[in-house]
T-cell receptor, first 113, second 113 residues
Framework: AQTVTQSQPEMSVQEAETVTLSCTYD???????LFWYKQPPSRQMILVIR??????QNATENRFSVNFQKAAKSFSLKISDSQLGDAAMYFC??????????FGKGTKLTVNP | DTGVSQNPRHKITKRGQNVTFRCDPI?????LYWYRQTLGQGPEFLTY????????KSRLLSDRFSAERPKGSFSTLEIQRTEQGDSAMYLC???????????FGPGTRLTVL
């Protein structure tokens, strides 16, 4: 069975600083995808970044980057130069062997001005 | 650009009543997914369609739940004889076959009194 664990229920960061959100996962699949989604309060889920497991290079999207450690089954998200608009719930998810996404419980990120 | 839309956005019903939700995917997307999200949790997969065929259903989808996508475009999710435990946010997502990214709608929040 696929599982995703986010061990930080809440995190906070000062505006313009850097924060890292943790995610570990478990899967028996050799080919899979990993995602970070952002869910602002009362707004819909938005894809932040995705990583293909067969690619060793860490994905980057502007201020967002991941640290993908395949052997350790770790997939952390780094947000640089944090902005007030980054405040949201962040969900780590994996997809493999099936089309469904398996999500973690989420990390609530607060950005302090 | 029209994203995934869901109606209604909110639904309050009494226990034992039937409810139906609608999801309209991004127009060219042939895959459509339903997830359920309870407070403080990540979304959990319910079912997904490829065109009009329902290809996978979760064990979470009890006999009281039924989903359809009759013409391969919009989808409906019906819950019969609602229970208080059905109270949740019901999320719809869509994707294009051959791609791995799912795009989410704003969700329908169901409250069962």
């Amino acid at each position: 069975a696929q599982t995703v664990t986010q061990s930080q229920p809440e995190m906070s960061v000062q505006e313009a600083e850097t924060v890292t959100l943790s995610c570990t996962y478990d899967t028996s699949e050799s080919d899979y995808y990993l995602f970070w989604y952002k869910q602002p309060p009362s707004r819909q889920m938005i894809l932040v970044i995705r990583q293909e497991a067969y690619k060793q290079q860490n994905a980057t999207e502007n201020r967002f980057s991941v640290n993908f450690q395949k052997a350790a089954k770790s997939f952390s998200l780094k947000i640089s130069d944090s902005q007030l608009g980054d405040a949201a719930m962040y969900f780590c998810a994996q997809q493999g062997g099936s089309e469904k996404l398996v999500f973690g419980k989420g990390t609530k990120l607060t950005v302090n001005p | 650009d029209t994203g995934v839309s869901q109606n209604p956005r909110h639904k309050i019903t009494k226990r034992g009543q039937n409810v139906t939700f609608r999801c309209d995917p991004i127009s060219e997307h042939n895959r459509l997914y339903w997830y359920r999200q309870t407070l403080g949790q990540g979304p959990e997969f319910l079912t997904y369609f490829q065109n009009e065929a329902q290809l996978e259903k979760s064990r979470l989808l009890s006999d009281r739940f039924s989903a359809e996508r009759p013409k391969g475009s919009f989808s409906t999710l019906e819950i019969q004889r609602t229970e208080q435990g059905d109270s949740a946010m019901y999320l719809c997502a869509s994707s294009l076959q051959g791609t791995d990214t799912q795009y989410f709608g704003p969700g329908t929040r169901l409250t069962v009194l």
